[in-house]
């Protein structure tokens, strides 16, 4: 394909790459609220729904780097592509899954295909818009679908749950993905740098093994314990391999991952904004439809569609974005727009359970602007600290990033929540029978176990006590993600570079003054204005 085709297709271009992440995006989301049906048609145990969700995000996060790195080796569009096709292929399998088993292998698998699809969805952003205003303004398009992916699928999914059976949210993937694949055939240029991007075994079996390793940490800590052996020797393996890892790559001829990068600023603060970002925003994720039905009884549809302004309005912040970005610096906007964030995540931290849905639809409002004004810059920081022939592995940092901070969110503030609930509510029910107390004690739907075996007015009280604990377990996990993100605030205040980005640390001379001019014309409109 010609550059003027290209350069004349390229916001065609966007819009396949946009519905791509849309797919997996919704496509993860949309399985929170598909799990109490899957138990109920599998008879799957706690554990089994647990690894459901876990197994897609282990193999994503750990393959992402040696995706995005082959990627620019072989062929970027090749990537997504490869990636749509395995990602329908299981989805479509998993409709008719028999066994949990089934489902955890399939979405394994399908985490392989994200991990190919959505590295290269921004990959092929940076080298198809050259110019940096307008590049600017696509990572924000970009950024925005990404932000209404979570809230869409839990919706999508609660329209289906109602009419059809469980399957169906694994099935609608598939039309979705022929589309994005189809058009993509016809309006997604290929592209590639294989004497830039080099292969690195060794790199490549230190990343996935380290990764691995820490997540499976992460994930299990909730449910072993995070002070016990079994979490702290994986937490402390991974982290020991990944720094073999860091070694390995700083001596490497031609390292999949240049670490140098982190002691540029831009793509530091890109990177760990990112990270604690979805921290508060997995956690609240994670949190919200178990308070929304839990505490205050709404359906799944319900919950979804009260849940959507997250969604929606990081959908409007991420494109003002990259108008704000230019006139005020990438400092202002980040900071501000955690600080966004932050006060909807505060307003959150008071609720009860007889909270007004307004009040509540106003925090999800402001954590879905603060979200989506944050993204984008936080992105375009990134991928515009990195030379255009590693744009692959750039756009996997970023969605490493991410994905790391969304499990430490989920693992974190779902423990602080389940402490917070365990340490208050059989305090609460002294008088009761202790079979009560301990079902209670378990979680809310015990409780709500409980109270079916008792007179009315003791069932109320089981009912009122855990509803009103739960939900101030919530508000305890939303104020700690509120500090997350002060923090994260404070952060970007204090470090945020101030001048261009001139080139990749260590490189020789002559690639400097290369790289300078590449990352120059890429983020000059980021910094230059501050």
Request: glycine share 10%; hydrophobic share 50%.
């Amino acid at each position: 394909m010609s550059d003027e085709r290209i350069h004349a297709r390229r916001w065609w271009t966007l819009s396949v790459l946009c519905l791509s992440l849309l797919l997996i995006i919704a496509g993860n989301s949309s399985l929170n609220v598909t799990l109490p049906d899957i138990q109920r048609s599998l008879g799957s145990s706690p554990s089994g729904l647990e690894w459901i969700v876990d197994a897609y995000s282990l193999v994503f996060a750990s393959l992402l780097l040696p995706a995005g790195a082959l990627a620019d080796r072989f062929g970027r569009k090749t990537a997504l592509q490869f990636g749509l096709v395995l990602f329908a292929s299981c989805a479509l399998v998993a409709t008719f899954g028999t066994e949990t088993w089934h489902l955890i292998l399939l979405r394994a698998l399908m985490g392989v295909g994200a991990a190919f699809i959505m590295p290269g969805t921004l990959s092929i952003l940076a080298n198809v818009f050259h110019d940096p205003v307008e590049r600017r303004r696509a990572i924000s398009i970009w950024a925005g679908f990404a932000g209404m992916g979570g809230a869409l699928g839990t919706v999508v999914s609660g329209f289906l749950l109602e009419y059809f059976f469980w399957g169906s949210t694994f099935l609608v993937n598939v039309p979705i993905a022929l589309l994005a694949l189809v058009a993509g055939f016809w309006l997604v240029p290929n592209s590639s740098d294989p004497t830039e991007a080099q292969i690195d075994p060794p790199g490549v079996v230190l990343v996935v093994a380290g990764l691995t390793v820490l997540l499976y940490g992460i994930i299990e800590a909730p449910t072993h314990g995070w002070l016990q052996p079994a979490t702290i020797i994986a937490m402390l393996t991974g982290l020991a391999i990944l720094a073999v890892f860091v070694a390995w790559e700083l001596r490497a001829r031609h390292p999949m991952l240049d670490v140098r990068l982190f002691r540029v600023r831009p793509f530091a603060i890109g990177s760990s904004t990112i990270t604690l970002q979805y921290f508060a925003m997995f956690g609240l994720y994670f949190a919200l439809a178990q308070y929304l039905q839990l505490a205050h009884g709404y359906s799944t549809l319900q919950t979804a569609l009260i849940g959507l302004p997250i969604g929606v309005f990081a959908m409007i912040g991420a494109p003002v974005s990259a108008g704000m970005v230019g006139r005020f610096g990438p400092r202002r906007v980040v900071g501000t727009g955690l600080l966004v964030s932050g006060t909807g995540l505060f307003l959150l931290g008071w609720v009860t359970a007889e909270t007004s849905v307004l009040y509540i639809l106003v925090g999800f409002a402001l954590v879905g602007l603060g979200n989506g004004q944050t993204t984008a810059p936080s992105t375009a920081l990134i991928m515009g600290s990195v030379p255009r022939a590693k744009s692959g592995v750039g756009s996997a940092v970023n969605d490493l990033s991410r994905e790391l901070g969304g499990a430490l969110g989920i693992a974190v503030l779902g423990s602080v929540m389940a402490s917070v609930y365990r340490s208050r509510i059989a305090g609460k029910l002294a008088g009761l029978p202790a079979s009560v107390r301990q079902s209670a004690r378990s979680s809310v739907a015990g409780a709500f176990n409980a109270a079916r075996g008792l007179d009315a007015a003791s069932a109320h009280r089981v009912v009122h006590e855990a509803q009103q604990t739960f939900a101030h377990a919530f508000g305890v996990a939303m104020l700690l993600g509120t500090g997350v993100i002060l923090l994260n605030s404070l952060f970007v205040w204090t470090f945020q570079h101030r001048g261009v980005v001139h080139a990749t640390p260590g490189a020789p001379p002559e690639a400097a003054e290369s790289d300078a001019a590449e990352l120059e014309a890429i983020d000059i409109a980021l910094t230059e204005a501050e």
